[in-house]
């Protein structure tokens, strides 16, 4: 970083630290390893000249002034020629960059006072003109200048406000969430890759409640994540002491923020709860009979629309569609691994662990969470205790089975193959060769389910 900043002041250039790395390094965040920061550089020189000076660079975003340099150990380094505000008018990009040669002017068109601080990599000193490091000091989000005006030139900036308040702990600026919720109409225009991107930056927060909360507010919730916002008042009784949104909430904080993909299955695990509401026990509680499937549902539409990866797509919903977990101490061993076998063994940890995270949401089901322990203890058991779970683990496969029974490949032996499972589920000790090729003989024209 140091070289890289050295060799742009060598050859006349006017170079600052800016972005994340300044804001982490003024806020002391905890165990912050200035190695492992990543740098934003803002500099006079244009991106060609950047492109000269440096052997190793990838012109990332020329047009928007950045290019990305490779620094010599490999890490990467953008860098950005400093730039004015040029005109908004679709919401999305400025109509034409400006490239300037102060950085004063470049730091006036960052969206949060937090995000306009530079650093002079030569002297260490901090600029800063709006006043970042008294807001971070005092926890507090602003826009620089006036909020609707920054929120109605790029719409992705409501999301980045919610976003920097859940990462950070920051409340907003008076006025903040009024000017994200004057601005949904430009939202519409934000690409759905970079909303997925802010998205998923705000589950790695601590408690992404914080920024989630705001979005609703201002009526971003019912864009993102259309019904979901029906979740809210919905009351549930029984073991609930929330309503479906605060306990959504809590649900999505008590899951481990080193998987934002679990604190998205949470934030979307009830989703299907207004719609399958039916008042119980004389209104005393709410029964919402089919809720995961029909939750599995709406994520799968909102997932595909905000371009999550496939794998992450199915994923998410395949933790949603089994969060309901109706365990008891009486499951057998067999029922334990029909479990893993049904919720699939790549999922059925995050399962549990949502499980565990929905229960502790509920408020009055403290009494499950031992129960929810016990599943995820039995589970663990019968994984490394090496039980066939999946057709996969069978000794024999369908050549085997072709083979033995002299049939050609089709439907049967995908037939037998998951009849065999099932008898290998209930008794792991029949997963022979022997036991199961005379049991493939016995099923072979025998009868069919059942
Ligand atoms: P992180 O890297 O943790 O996402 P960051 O603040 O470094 O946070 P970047 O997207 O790397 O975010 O952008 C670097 C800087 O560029 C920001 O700090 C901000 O000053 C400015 N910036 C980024 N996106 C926008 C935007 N949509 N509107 C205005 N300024 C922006
Ligand atoms: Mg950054």
């Given at each position: 970083m140091i070289r890289t900043c050295r060799a742009l002041a060598d050859a006349g250039h006017s170079v600052h630290l800016v972005g994340g790395a300044v804001r982490d390094l003024v806020r002391g965040?905890?165990?912050?390893?200035?190695?492992s920061l990543e740098w934003d550089m803002a500099t006079s020189a244009t991106p060609e000249k950047v492109m000269d000076l440096f052997p190793r660079t990838v012109p990332t975003g020329v047009k928007h002034g950045t290019v990305t340099v490779i620094a010599p150990g490999g890490r990467t380094i953008e860098v950005t020629t400093y730039r004015g505000e040029g005109g908004y008018t679709?919401?999305?990009?400025?109509?034409?960059?400006?490239?300037?040669?102060?950085?004063?002017?470049?730091?006036?068109?960052?969206?949060?006072?937090?995000?306009?601080?530079a650093l002079d990599p030569g002297s260490g000193a901090l600029l800063d003109p709006y006043g970042g490091r008294t807001d971070l000091d005092a926890g507090v989000l602003r826009a620089v200048g006036d909020p609707q005006e920054r929120f109605n030139e790029d719409g992705l900036r409501p999301l980045r406000a919610a976003r920097f308040a859940a990462v950070l702990g920051l409340d907003p600026a008076s006025g903040l969430v009024q000017a994200m919720a004057a601005a949904t109409g430009v939202f519409a225009r934000v690409s759905a890759e970079?909303?997925?991107?802010?998205?998923?930056?705000?589950?790695?927060?601590?408690?992404?409640?914080?920024?989630?909360?705001?979005?609703?507010?201002?009526?971003?919730?019912?864009?993102?994540?259309?019904?979901?916002?029906?979740?809210?008042?919905?009351?549930?009784?029984?073991?609930?002491?929330?309503?479906?949104?605060?306990?959504?909430?809590?649900?999505?904080?008590?899951?481990?923020?080193?998987?934002?993909?679990?604190?998205?299955?949470?934030?979307?695990?009830?989703?299907?709860?207004?719609?399958?509401?039916q008042a119980d026990e004389g209104e005393a509680r709410t029964r919402f009979h089919g809720h995961e499937k029909v939750g599995a549902r709406m994520a799968e539409a909102w997932l595909a629309d905000l371009r999550f990866r496939r794998e992450d797509q199915e994923w998410i919903c395949r933790v949603v569609r089994h969060h309901v977990v109706m365990y008891t101490p009486a499951w057998t061993g067999a029922a334990v691994r029909r479990f893993i076998n049904r919720v699939g063994e790549k999922t059925v940890g995050a399962v549990l662990t949502l499980a565990m995270a929905d229960v502790r949401a509920q408020g009055r089901s403290g009494h499950l969470v031992p129960l929810a322990e016990e599943l995820g203890r039995r589970v663990r058991e019968e994984i490394i205790g090496g039980a066939a779970l999946s057709i996969g683990d069978l000794v024999v496969n369908g050549d085997d089975v072709m083979v033995h029974l002299g049939i050609p490949p089709g439907p049967e032996v995908g037939r037998i193959l998951s009849r065999l499972l099932d008898e290998v589920l209930d008794d792991p000790a029949k997963n022979t060769r022997d036991v199961l090729l005379a049991l493939a003989s016995r099923l072979h024209g025998g009868p069919e389910e059942g």
């Open positions: 965040a905890p165990g912050l390893v200035p190695e679709d919401g999305r990009h400025p109509d034409s960059v400006r490239f300037v040669s102060d950085i004063e002017a470049d730091l006036a068109r960052r969206d949060f006072t937090i995000n306009a601080m970079r909303k997925r991107d802010e998205i998923l930056k705000m589950m790695g927060a601590s408690r992404p409640s914080r920024g989630l909360r705001m979005l609703e507010q201002a009526g971003y919730v019912r864009l993102l994540f259309p019904g979901l916002e029906k979740t809210v008042g919905v009351k549930q009784g029984g073991w609930h002491e929330h309503d479906v949104w605060d306990h959504t909430l809590l649900c999505v904080d008590n899951c481990p923020a080193a998987d934002p993909r679990l604190r998205v299955a949470a934030l979307m695990h009830d989703a299907g709860k207004p719609a399958t509401a």
